[in-house]
């Protein structure tokens, strides 16, 4: 089993920035691909940003590239999303995730952190 908990998120002006957190315990170092999603009301859940745990590969969703960051610190067993130039489309839920194998549905999941994006 995998615990993720994420944090980091909060209410900005567009243009702003937020980092988010997401540490994992349990049989966390086990899983080989790790990544953000969001889902904002009405909206089915978005694949946001992804990370091999082997660091070497990152994929971003086309409305985000050049903005978002994804990154691991592997010694604290966290996954950070740093989201800079934040616009107010990007208001959703986002939410960590966790598998052994990318290319799938994930099967580990976080309660999520809610991000809200003014003009």
């Known amino acids: 089993q995998v615990q993720l908990v994420e944090s980091g998120g909060g209410s900005v002006q567009a243009g702003g920035s937020l980092r988010l957190s997401c540490v994992g315990s349990?049989?966390?170092?086990?899983?080989?691909?790790l990544g953000w999603f969001r889902q904002a009301p009405g909206k089915e859940r978005e694949e946001v940003a992804i990370i091999y745990t082997d660091g070497r590969t990152t994929y971003y969703t086309d409305s985000v590239k050049g903005r978002f960051t994804i990154s691991q610190d592997n010694a604290k067993s966290t996954v950070y999303l740093q989201m800079n130039s934040l616009k107010p489309e990007d208001t959703a839920m986002y939410f960590c995730g966790a598998d052994t194998e990318c290319g799938g549905v994930f099967g580990y999941w976080g309660q999520g952190t809610q991000v809200n994006v003014s003009s």
């Open positions: 349990g049989d966390f170092y086990s899983m080989n691909c």
